[in-house]
């Protein structure tokens, strides 16, 4: 789960980082209330659950209350990579002399946590790993022993980061280890950590992914998921209990058992080619029922990218007449005349197959391997495109 910048400053707060406590808005009246409490100039901030807001035009500095208002009417609403922004955070604006990355993550490799620091901040530390790797400092963290005071000096001399900043830098990187650990944190990460022209060290914005599988135990943080921020479909997947990644392609799947899901996207790939492949990972589980069929369609049907669906069913605990009728049932709910290829194996295939059969829907037809099925929903997604172009 993702904490928006707030939470996850206010977090850093309470771990004894420093930050500019600022408020948040939902509607330009309130930007102003907030600019005018914190007292100009401040920054107004989207709060959005991407990265990159800077460049999107979702950070700007107000020198009056009424600027602040103007920038929230303009942010709030915004689009930034298809999230839409309903909050924003209102900052005292800092005077930056420097800006610093500092991150912790886990190193599955390593098997441990790794904190890296950097010079270049302000930007993504993808970007830094990508063209200038040697501007980012590592230090692996092991978990018996925690963050050890030589390895945070380690990370600033390996930033070249001004002597007198060391001592308080360190104990900020020790914070945020700390914050990591007690939040059962995936991610946490200070980008940028800024020096200002006073000569202070401040967290200026602030990401923090939790570890679902442990949500059960950290409830203060749980009930900071803001469902209105995430994609919808998302949420909805959650919901139903179904595992959902979205992709770019054209071909829905509707798998059960995530490794079956796998091969099915590898499959619509491999014919495919560079044009065609899965809109997404979907694992709708075992023995799902015919209600969590319905709702993954519903879902895989929202994504306008989709030209075709492919279901891959492998009917173990699953049984495919469960499944079928849940197929039925969701095109009920909801229409579509999308070419749609089944596959049923399995308990109660025979049966499955039957029930699709009968109901004599022209856009369903079934395939007897992956092979086929793969070929077909390929097919009929280049089909598709093909008349989308020609209709252009
Ligand atoms: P991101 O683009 O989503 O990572 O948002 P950030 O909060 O990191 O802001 C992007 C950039 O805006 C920062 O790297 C800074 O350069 C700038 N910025 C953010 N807050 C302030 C501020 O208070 N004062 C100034 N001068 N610049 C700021
Ligand atoms: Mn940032």
Same mark, same amino acid.
């Given at each position: 789960m993702n904490l928006h910048e707030y939470q996850s400053k206010f977090r850093f707060a309470e771990f004894g980082i420093p930050i500019l406590k600022g408020k948040t808005a939902s509607t330009p009246q309130e930007a102003y209330e907030a600019a005018r409490e914190l007292g100009c100039p401040v920054v107004v901030k989207a709060q959005v659950l991407v990265g990159g807001r800077g460049k999107a035009g979702g950070v700007k500095v107000?020198?009056?209350?009424?600027?602040? *208002?103007?920038?929230a009417n303009a942010i709030l609403g915004m689009k930034i990579k298809g999230l839409t922004v309903r909050k924003v955070l209102i900052d005292p604006a800092a005077n930056i002399a420097q800006e610093i990355y500092l991150g912790i993550t886990n190193d599955r490799a390593a098997g441990r946590p790794v904190i890296m620091a950097s010079s270049e901040g302000g930007i993504e530390i993808e970007q830094v790993a990508r063209e200038n790797p040697d501007a980012i400092a590592r230090e692996h963290i092991d978990p018996f022993l925690g963050l050890l005071d030589y390895q945070a000096r380690n990370l600033a001399s390996g930033i070249n980061l001004p002597h007198e900043h060391w001592r308080v830098f360190s104990r900020i990187a020790a914070n945020l280890y700390r914050c990591y650990l007690a939040s059962d944190a995936v991610?946490? *990460?200070? @980008?940028?950590?800024?020096?200002?022209? *006073?000569?202070?060290?401040?967290?200026l914005d602030g990401k923090m992914i939790i570890d679902d599988n442990a949500l059960f135990r950290q409830?203060?943080?749980?009930? #900071?998921?803001?469902?209105?921020? *995430?994609?919808k479909e998302e949420t909805l997947a959650r919901?139903?209990?179904?595992? +959902?990644?979205?992709?770019?392609?054209?071909?829905?799947? #509707?798998?059960?058992?995530?490794?079956?899901? #796998?091969?099915?996207?590898? #499959?619509?790939?491999? +014919?495919?080619?560079?044009?065609?492949?899965?809109?997404?990972?979907?694992?709708?589980?075992?023995?799902?029922?015919? !209600?969590?069929?319905?709702?993954?369609?519903?879902?895989?049907l929202d994504d306008a990218n989709v030209k075709s669906v492919l279901f891959n069913i492998f009917g173990g605990i699953t049984r495919c007449d469960e499944v079928a009728r849940g197929i039925l049932e969701a095109l009920n709910e909801v229409p579509s005349s999308?070419?749609?290829?089944?596959?049923?194996?399995?308990? @109660? !295939?025979?049966?499955?197959?039957?029930i699709i059969d009968n109901a004599n829907i022209p856009n369903l !037809? !079934?395939?007897?391997?992956?092979?086929?099925?793969?070929?077909k929903a390929v097919e009929a997604a280049r089909k598709a495109l093909a008349a989308d172009k020609g209709a252009q």
């Open positions: 107000a020198r009056t209350p009424e600027q602040a *208002e103007d920038h991610l946490a *990460e200070i @980008n940028p950590l800024v020096i200002t022209g *006073e000569n202070q060290l401040i967290a409830p203060q943080l749980a009930e #900071m998921r803001d469902t209105d921020a *995430e994609p919901a139903a209990g179904i595992s +959902y990644v979205k992709l770019n392609g054209q071909i829905g799947c #509707m798998v059960n058992g995530a490794g079956l899901a #796998m091969t099915t996207m590898d #499959m619509t790939k491999l +014919y495919g080619g560079d044009e065609i492949g899965p809109a997404n990972f979907l694992d709708i589980g075992g023995g799902a029922q015919a !209600s969590k069929v319905a709702a993954a369609l519903r879902i895989i999308l070419p749609m290829v089944i596959r049923l194996v399995g308990t @109660n !295939s025979e049966e499955g197959r039957a !037809s !079934s395939a007897a391997t992956l092979t086929e099925a793969a070929k």
